[in-house]
């Protein structure tokens, strides 16, 4: 992606962020003191093996995840620990889309109920919501006739293109997309990673894009941070992190994506037991 950003002041600022789970009598520390930027109109990919902590970074953005120490400013305001009515009042322009589309859509209400509810309940007439619901649905690629009927009745993309429109649908300034392609075969993958490309050169907004599949990212964003084990190992552009990184860690993850040439992929492997004999690791 080749969009630039401007040299505005961060939309997000994350500051030394420290995230702790209790585990019975004990404490895991999920976060180890993590800090990162998002301009506006920026996408920064947020990549590591699960258990890194990149959900949970994402979590404590969303005030999911409550914060040991550490700050986190959005807009220019302290949200760190922000709960209740202005938690609530952070919905129009902070907004999240799930890895299981179907999961974070409601059975029960149609498409069009799904979409207006987050519309209505923050006063909007019923009038203007239904305008809003349709330019949505459109700006997703979604038909008019998406509005009367149930999630059930879609597919897996058209699912996750339901669960875009409604965190797009009050217009927020960044959209945190945890995993949001992961669980879709790689033809439907490819078609969502397209539009959220398009939304964002379309109305500007900012991603917060954690994944685990440095090929996604290398495709959607900005800059890329590297977590391993709660902390930020490497942060830098694109290019760079994508193909040509420093850290060993990043590096394996690299190797560990497939490649279609048989030849090329048996040398990536090699490669990769190497670093992890290097680094100490136990080798499957």
Known sequence: MN?????????????????DYRRGRTTFRALKGVSMTIAPGECVGLVGESGSGKSTLGKAILGLADVASGRITFAGSDITHAKGAARRKLAADLQVVFQDPYGSLDPTLTVGQILAEPLTASGTSRAAARTAVAEMLDHVRLPADTVTRYPSEFSGGQRQRIAIARALVRR????????????????????VIDLFIDIQRETGVSYLFVSHDLG?????????????????????PNETITRNPGHTYTQRLLLASPVADPARQAERRRSWLGLRTAAGSPVP
């Open 172 to 191: 927020p300034r960044l959209i945190v997309c945890d995993e949001p392609v992961s669980a879709l075969d790689l033809t439907t993958q490819a078609a």
């Open 3 to 19: 969009t630039e950003t401007n040299g505005d002041a961060p939309l997000l600022d994350v500051a030394d962020l420290v995230v």
């Open 216 to 236: 996604v990212v290398r495709r959607v964003c900005h800059r890329v941070s590297v977590m391993y084990q709660g902390e930020c190992v490497e942060t830098g």
